[in-house]
C-alpha cells in the first residue's frame, strides 16, 4: 500500500501541467502515435513559410492550422492528465466489484440452498468485508470526477455537452445529480445486504432454530433482483458512459461475467491459500474441484459474451457501434487480444482437466492469469475512452494495482480473522463438511 500510495502520487506529479510541456514530450518522441503532431507541426510551418511567398490570403491557412495545432495538444494535455486518474479508476472498480461478485455468489448459494459451499461462507464474507472500504473510495472517485477534477467522464463537461447532439440529448440521463444518486443508491444497496446477510449468519450460529438462516434466504432473493437490475445500469453508468457515443445491449452481462468470475476466482485463491496454512479443516478437494469448476464455467461464459458483442457488431458494421471496437484494435492491440488468451485460451485449455482442478499449484497459477486478465478487460474497457492513444502500463497502473491489492489483502485478511471460520449452525453445515463426488 505504501509502495502504491508513492507511485500513484508519483503519477499525478508527472503528468503534465499545461499544453507546452506536452508539446516538448510529443517532440522529444520519435515514433508511434506521436507522429501525428509531428505532422501537424510541420504543417503549420508549412503554411507559415506559404503565407510568406503568397501574401495576406494564406494568412487564414496558418490560422487554421496553428488553432486545429492547439486543439489537439488540449486534447493529448486532458489525456495525458487523465492518466493516473483512469489508472486510480480501473483499479479501484476493479477490486470492489471483485468484492460484489463474490457478494452476488454468496446470495445465490443462500437461495440455491447449496449444499456444497456453506464451509466456504466465512470466506465469502470475508472477501466482501472490502465492499464498504471500496464503496467509499470509489464514490468519492465519482465525486471528483463531477466536480471535473479529470476528463473520465466527457459528458460531464458543459462545453462537450453544446457541442455534441448525441451527448446532448442524453442529458436527462448522463447528468451529475441524477448520476451520482443512481451510485449512492447502488452501492448503499449492496453493503445493506452484505451486513444484513452477515449479521444473520452469524446470529444463526447462537441459535436455536433456522429463523436467521429463513431471514438470509429471503434477503437473499430480494438482494439478486436489485442486484441484476443495478448491475446493469451501474455498467452503463461507470464503464460505458466512459464513451458516450457507444452502447451495447449485453454490456450488463458482460461487466458482470468479468467480474463474477474474478469473484469466484479470489474465492478460491484464499481458500487454498488457508487450507495450506491449517485453516478450513472440512475443505476438501470436493469444494476446491467445485469452485474451479465454476472458474472454468464462467470463463467460457465471459468468452460468449465478448464474441457475441464482438460479432454481431462486427457483422452489422454500423459506424456508430464499430467505432469502438476499431479503436480497441488498432490503438490496444496486444491488451484486447491478450486480454482473450488471458481470460479464455489459457483458463479453458488449464482447467478442462478434471485432474488438474484439484491440485493447488496449477489452480494458484490459472487464478492468477484469470484475475490479471480480468483486470486488462476492464483496462480495455475504460482506459480507450479516457487516454485514447496516451496508453501504457506505467507507474501509475502498477502502483494503483498494487495499493488496493495491499488494501484489499489487509482488510479481507483483518476480517477473516475476527469469526469463527466455520458456520457451525448453518442447516446444510453437515452436508458441507462431507461433501465427496
Avoid at 508549412?46 to 487554421?64: D, F, I, K, L, Q
Avoid at 461462507?121 to 466536480?147: D, E, H, K, N, W
Avoid at 436455536?208 to 429471503?218: A, E, I, L
Avoid at 494495482?401 to 477473516?416: D, P, Q, T
Wanted: net charge negative.
Amino acid at each position: 500500500m505504501a509502495v502504491g500510495l508513492l507511485g500513484i502520487g508519483y503519477g499525478f506529479y508527472t503528468a503534465p501541467k499545461d499544453i507546452k510541456e506536452v508539446e516538448q514530450l510529443l517532440n522529444s518522441e520519435s515514433h508511434g502515435s506521436h507522429g501525428e503532431v509531428k505532422h501537424e507541426t510541420e504543417t503549420e510551418t508549412t503554411h507559415a513559410a506559404t503565407a510568406e511567398n503568397h501574401g495576406v490570403a494564406h494568412e487564414n491557412n496558418e490560422s487554421v492550422a496553428h488553432a486545429e495545432h492547439e486543439a489537439h495538444l488540449t486534447h493529448v494535455l486532458h489525456q495525458l492528465q487523465n492518466k493516473p486518474w483512469a489508472a486510480l479508476y480501473v483499479a479501484c472498480i476493479f477490486f470492489m466489484l471483485i468484492s460484489l461478485g463474490v457478494l452476488a455468489f454468496y446470495a445465490i448459494q443462500q437461495v440455491a440452498q447449496a449444499g456444497w459451499s456453506p464451509v466456504l461462507f466465512r470466506v465469502m464474507q470475508g472477501i466482501t468485508a472490502y465492499l464498504p472500504v471500496g464503496s467509499v473510495i470509489f464514490f468519492v472517485l465519482l465525486i471528483l470526477c463531477g466536480l471535473h477534477f479529470n476528463h473520465l467522464f466527457v459528458w460531464l463537461d458543459p462545453e462537450v455537452v453544446a457541442h455534441d447532439k448525441l451527448i446532448a440529448a442524453k442529458s436527462g440521463y448522463l447528468n451529475f445529480p441524477f448520476w451520482i444518486i443512481r451510485a449512492a443508491i447502488f452501492l448503499i444497496g449492496w453493503n445493506l445486504y452484505r451486513y444484513y446477510s452477515r449479521k444473520n449468519c452469524l446470529a444463526q450460529d447462537e441459535a436455536k432454530d433456522d429463523s436467521f438462516y429463513k431471514k438470509n434466504f429471503k434477503i437473499s432473493a430480494g438482494f439478486l433482483v436489485f442486484f441484476i437490475v443495478t448491475e446493469s445500469i451501474m455498467s452503463w453508468d461507470w464503464i460505458m458512459s466512459v464513451d458516450p457515443h457507444w452502447f451495447s445491449t449485453l454490456f450488463g452481462w458482460y461487466v458482470f461475467a468479468s467480474f463474477l468470475v474474478s469473484g469466484v476466482t479470489t474465492i478460491c485463491l484464499i481458500t487454498l491459500y488457508l487450507k495450506s496454512n491449517g485453516y478450513l479443516e472440512h475443505v476438501n478437494t470436493s469444494h476446491i474441484h467445485d469452485l474451479a469448476k465454476f472458474m472454468f464455467g464462467f470463463s467460457v461464459f465471459w468468452t460468449y459474451l465478448w464474441f457475441s458483442q464482438f460479432m454481431l457488431i462486427w457483422y452489422a458494421n454500423i459506424p456508430e457501434e464499430v467505432t469502438y471496437f476499431v479503436t480497441r484494435i488498432e490503438l490496444y492491440n496486444l491488451p484486447f487480444f491478450g486480454a482473450v488468451v488471458m481470460n479464455f485460451l489459457f483458463p479453458v485449455l488449464i482447467l478442462i482437466n478434471t485432474d488438474f482442478k484439484r491440485i493447488s499449484w496449477i489452480l494458484v497459477m490459472a487464478g492468477i492469469v484469470i484475475l490479471l486478465g480480468h483486470y486488462v478487460d476492464f483496462f480495455n474497457m475504460i482506459m480507450p475512452g479516457t487516454v485514447g492513444d496516451q496508453w501504457f502500463i506505467g507507474v501509475s497502473e502498477i502502483a494503483s494495482i498494487l495499493f488496493f491489492l495491499g488494501l484489499f489483502i489487509y482488510v479481507v485478511f483483518s476480517a477473516l480473522t475476527k469469526v469463527p471460520l466455520l458456520a457451525k449452525r448453518n442447516p446444510f453445515i453437515e452436508e458441507s463438511k462431507h461433501f465427496h463426488y
